[in-house]
Each structure stands twice: as C-alpha cells, then as structure tokens.
C-alpha cells in the first residue's frame, strides 16, 4: 500500500524525469493557479462525500486531495520536513 511519503517521492522523481504521458507533470507545468484550483475542487469533493456518500468514497476523494498537496508542495518546492515542522 502507497503511503504519503511514497507518493510524494514518486511525483519528486516524475517532476525531475519529466516521463512522457505523466499527468503529474502536465498539472506542474499548468502552474500554481490551476494546481491551487484543482486542490480545491478535491477537498470541496471530499466534504461532499463526507456529508453524502460512503466512508469509501470519502476515502477515495481524500486520497485525490492529498495528491493534488502534493502537485503543489513539489510546484513550490516545498518538501515534506518543511510542512511537517508546522504539525
Ligand atoms: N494518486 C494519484 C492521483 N490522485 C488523483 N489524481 C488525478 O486527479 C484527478 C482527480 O479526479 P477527478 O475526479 O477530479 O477527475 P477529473 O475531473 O477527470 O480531473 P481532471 O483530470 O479533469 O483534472 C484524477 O483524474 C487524476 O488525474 C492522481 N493522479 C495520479 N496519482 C498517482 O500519482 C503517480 C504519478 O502519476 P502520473 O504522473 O500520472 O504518472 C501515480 O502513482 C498515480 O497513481
């Protein structure tokens, strides 16, 4: 199973290979805005199916969530020391 740290070192790797076919980098190269907008829309998903729809789906859409941080953390070049000393 895929943890947080996992992830986030695979999207690091794609954003410095830059592999064809990569949606990570097509959303790096759309830019902070657009990231930022889509990282909305997920958590507005993620209340929704909170609210209405299964724990399996909120599950689902809080993994989406936690990606789209990640497109962001990586566009800003924020790692996962930088947002964990705030905890
Ligand atoms: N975990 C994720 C992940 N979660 C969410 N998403 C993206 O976020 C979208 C969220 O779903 P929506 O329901 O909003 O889909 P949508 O409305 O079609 O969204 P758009 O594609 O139009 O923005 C998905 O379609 C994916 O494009 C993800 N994209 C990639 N990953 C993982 O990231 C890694 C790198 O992926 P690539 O860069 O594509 O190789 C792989 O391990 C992937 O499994």
Redesign the pocket.
């Known amino acids: 199973m895929k943890t947080f740290d996992a992830?986030f070192a695979?999207?690091t790797e794609?954003a410095e290979t830059r592999p064809k076919g990569?949606?990570?980098?097509e959303r790096l190269d759309a830019g902070v805005h657009s990231i930022g907008k889509?990282l909305i829309?997920?958590a507005a998903e993620a209340w929704m199916a909170a609210e209405y729809e299964s724990r399996e789906r909120t599950a689902e859409e809080l993994?989406?969530l936690i990606?789209?941080i990640q497109v962001l953390m990586i566009a800003k070049g924020i790692t996962t020391e930088d947002v964990y000393r705030h905890l």
């Open positions: 992830l695979e999207l794609k990569s949606g990570t980098v889509k829309e997920e993994s989406q990606y789209h």
